[in-house]
């Protein structure tokens, strides 16, 4: 008889990255909010401070979850060194870009870009990873596919932003999930990378351009001491996500994000024409398609695990 004692380790494992990745993604939803408290700061300012306030919070979290050790062995491997050298460049020009955007009144371009990133996460799922769609998920890309094709040629300009943003967030969660190498011991090699440079860069920005920290009172400083908390947890969250489901499950867990960025920069009065309105209304018509399917497919996994008889953990006498 199956009850809830019934559930395997690898369900468990599902669960929970279902959890972290409908956490992260919802943080990074709201975080328009946050960057524009910080108007009038320079974004390279902004991303300089994520780098380094990310570092003593994350050594924090490293000390209360007891990871040192993973972390120091990671640390001893050239490769995932490398590896984590090109996550962190690529997640550190991930983060210009968004808080350019946010300051520069493109939040719905910024979200254009988190819609656009579940395309790469299925198309790299399918084509690097060898995962499999079904048609109603071949069905659901295309519709999603449909709508930025809208936008783009409706509108007449083409989306740089929103693709380098979904490139390279697909880039950074591709690279961090073919490592072995825990959510935030890896999340603290990349800081521990790109700190140096970001400290040298702040403090040649001083001299040259002037900076708010420091400048502007206690309350701007306070914010941007909070860029660590705020860029470590969601990415943290993401990591332990990233490594126990499905490249393509991944993808669509995304629209969460963009859907709070889209509310707010509707809220920020942004334009939305009419392309926005299709681009965006196909978009959630594929995240809807892909739901009901995984539904459906869920169902019929259990309804098969019920049926099948259980395997004896003892062999057979010859």
Not at 74 to 86: E, P, T
Not at 101 to 119: D, F, H, K, T
Request: charged share 10%; hydrophobic share 55%.
């Amino acid at each position: 008889m199956s009850d809830a004692n019934s559930k395997t380790p690898a369900d468990s494992a599902v669960r929970l990255g279902l959890i972290c990745g409908v956490f992260a993604y919802g943080l990074w939803g709201m975080l328009p909010v946050y960057l524009k408290a910080l108007g009038g700061v320079d974004p390279m300012e902004i991303v300089g401070h994520r780098i380094l306030w990310s570092l003593p919070f994350g050594a924090l979290i490293l000390t209360f979850r007891k990871q040192w050790r993973e972390t120091l062995a990671a640390f001893a491997s050239s490769r995932v060194v490398m590896l984590l050298g090109l996550s962190a460049a690529v997640i550190a020009l991930n983060w210009l870009l968004y808080v350019w955007a946010v300051a520069n009144e493109r939040v719905l371009q910024a979200s254009l870009g988190y819609y656009i990133n579940p395309l790469m996460f299925v198309a790299a799922g399918v084509f690097v990873l060898k995962e499999k769609l079904n048609r109603t998920q071949i069905a659901a890309v295309a519709l999603a596919a449909t709508g930025v094709a809208v936008l783009t040629f409706g509108a007449g300009v083409f989306p740089w932003v929103s693709l380098l943003l979904a490139v390279s967030f697909t880039t950074y969660g591709y690279v961090r999930k073919t490592l072995n190498v825990g959510g935030m011991p890896g999340l603290f090699i990349e800081t521990a990378l790109l700190s140096p440079f970001a400290l040298v860069f702040l403090i040649w920005f001083a001299k040259t351009q002037g900076i708010a920290f420091g400048h502007v009172g206690l309350g701007m400083d306070a914010l941007l001491i909070l860029a660590g908390p705020v860029t470590v947890v969601p990415l943290l969250l993401f990591a332990l996500a990233a490594r126990r489901l499905r490249f393509s499950t991944i993808g669509f867990l995304q629209y969460i994000g963009p859907t709070g960025q889209f509310i707010l920069g509707l809220y920020y009065g942004e334009p939305f024409t009419t392309y926005h309105a299709v681009c965006f209304g196909l978009i959630w018509a594929a995240l809807a398609v892909f739901s009901l399917d995984a539904v459906q497919q869920n169902r019929k996994m259990r309804r098969a695990a019920a049926a099948s008889p259980p395997v004896s953990a003892y062999p057979k006498s010859s």
